[in-house]
């Protein structure tokens, strides 16, 4: 069976300093992955997705970046947050659209507080 | 911007009822899906429905599409306090599975 793993849970940074999220992704190949934010009460944002390894694409311009140095590793990275990148992030897997039909299956989350 | 939207935002009812969640989109879709979310937690997927289907059930839950009004509902039957949560509906499009849009979600409290 798949599973997915996201850590670390909770982070609590200073402004400025560096953020890295991480994701992995076992028992299936080639997954695409993704990375949502969510704001308190609110739906998911979609930040990032990969269909591939080093194939990223950006949805929202922001102070953040993504990065797939492995089939099934998805990393969330910033070189200096910001106060507006406090949230809930969350890390999710698909299978590639040929196989699914998008059906989206998610990690834990990682709460970030930025202050 | 969100496509989906869903309605109501809030929802309580005792334990037994049945709970209705409504969502609206606006553009074509490949199929639409519903989630879960408990309080603090990632979200959880419960049902798929095609752009070709009208109705689906799984369990206590039965979803309904209705395509030339760019909308569905969720409906759970004989709630129960366990049912407490989140629920979003996600539209997958036609073009890329990979660019589902979620609404704001419904917050459903069943009270025992």
Redesign the interface.
């Known amino acids: 069976s798949q599973t997915i793993h996201q850590w670390p849970a909770t982070l609590v940074q200073p402004v400025g300093s560096p953020l890295s999220l991480e994701c992995t992704v076992e028992g299936t190949s080639n997954p695409n992955l993704y990375w949502y934010r969510q704001a308190a009460g609110r739906g998911l944002q979609l930040l990032f997705y990969s269909v591939g390894i080093g194939q990223i694409s950006s949805e929202v311009p922001q102070n953040l970046s993504a990065s797939r140095p492995q089939d099934r590793q998805f990393i969330l990275s910033s070189k200096k947050l910001l106060l507006s990148d406090s949230g809930f992030y969350l890390c999710a897997w698909s299978q590639n659209w040929v196989r699914g039909a998008g059906e989206l299956f998610f990690g834990e989350g990682s709460r970030l507080t930025v202050l | 911007s ?1 496509q ?1 939207e869903e309605d109501p935002q809030a929802l309580s009812i005792q334990e037994g009822e049945n709970a209705t969640m409504n969502c609206s989109y606006k553009t074509s879709i ?2 639409l ?1 519903w ?1 879960r979310q408990n309080s ?6 419960l049902i ?1 429905i ?1 752009s070709n289907e009208r109705e689906k059930h799984s369990g206590r839950l039965r979803v309904t599409l209705d395509t030339s009004k760019k909308s569905s509902s969720l409906l759970i039957t004989a709630s129960r306090a366990a049912d407490t949560a989140s629920y ?1 509906c ?1 539209t ?1 499009p036609n073009t ?10 419904t ?1 459903l409290t069943v009270k025992p």
């Open positions: 969100q989906g490949n199929n899906q989630y603090g937690r990632g979200l959880v997927h798929l095609r979003f996600a997958v890329n599975a990979g660019k589902s849009t979620f609404g704001d979600g917050t």
